[in-house]
């Protein structure tokens, strides 16, 4: 999973069968996650090791087998710990809302009536159980898999509605009114990380003071809005080596570092070696 954009536009499978699988280690261009949403409704499951991931205001360090439920529209990244995750990603509304019965129970989760629990680990053994199948048949795909995957899927939502793993939504959530705020910020970052980007410019988008911005931001992405500003633009410069083949000083300067010195200390920051180790490691792993 690429994970390039904020508000993601990838389409995940094909358009007769919305369901795509991903498998993410450390040769992955993409292996740490900048933060970003998108419509489809994500199942994330450790493999090995821990994945520190955050989830609109909270924060979650998720282990071996645990299974993650991220909703349309929440806002996600993450930070592998010597890890190896996998995804599913699905759109539920022609996947599986082909009846008024199935409909009637999905609706509560598309309308934001209720909140299906993020975390699922060995006390939800049921839950855990159809995530296994549902991975299995998305990684074999042997004959009937379509039908595997989306028998599953029914049976992981029967499963969640018939355990109440869920919450009621309050009417009115005013941390979601802004978290919808970062958005736009999420947004700008994206379209012009290669241009000079201040912090005033970001908050007037969140439509704050500088000040209560900073503190906003920081409370729910765990960094300074120009901290990670970079952090994006050195993840921006990975993919394009990793994924392009283009070269440090070209990657550097797309991704709007015109100090090549100030480059190679913002990508030992966030990546504990260089450029050029990181090139030489791409080499290796080829």
Request: include cysteine; glycine fraction near 6%; charge should be neutral.
């Amino acid at each position: 999973m690429h994970y390039l954009d904020y508000n993601e536009k990838q389409a995940h499978g094909t358009a007769d069968f919305p369901l795509a699988y991903y498998y993410v280690d450390e040769h992955h261009p993409r292996y740490h996650m900048p933060f970003h949403w998108h419509k489809e409704t994500e199942l994330l499951r450790v493999l090995e090791g821990q994945l520190r991931l955050s989830l609109d205001d909270r924060e979650y360090v998720v282990s071996a087998g645990e299974l993650i439920y991220i909703g349309e529209g929440v806002i996600h990244g993450g930070e592998p710990e010597n890890c190896i995750y996998e995804c599913a990603v699905f759109d539920p509304q022609p996947l599986l809302m082909h009846t008024h019965a199935v409909r009637r129970y999905l609706y509560q989760i598309q309308r934001r009536q209720i909140q299906i629990l993020m975390r699922f680990t060995q006390k939800q053994p049921d839950i855990l159980s159809r995530a296994e199948t549902l991975y299995t048949s998305l990684r074999k795909k042997s004959s009937g898999w379509e039908m595997t995957s989306l028998g599953a899927l029914f049976e992981l939502y029967g499963i969640v509605f018939a355990g109440e793993y869920y919450t009621p939504c309050a009417s009115e959530n005013n941390a979601e009114g802004r978290l919808q705020q970062l958005k736009p910020v999420l947004e700008y970052m994206e379209l012009n990380y290669q241009n000079p980007i201040t912090l005033d410019d970001l908050s007037r988008l969140a439509g704050m003071s500088s000040k209560y911005f900073c503190r906003f931001f920081r409370a729910v992405i765990h960094r300074t809005p120009i901290d990670y500003l970079n952090y994006y633009r050195v993840e921006r410069a990975c993919y394009l080596m990793a994924a392009e083949g283009i070269s440090v000083t070209e990657a550097a300067y797309q991704c709007g570092f015109n100090d090549s010195s100030y480059f190679v200390r913002a990508f030992k920051k966030y990546r504990d070696m260089t450029p050029r180790q990181y090139v030489q490691r791409l080499g290796k792993s080829g």
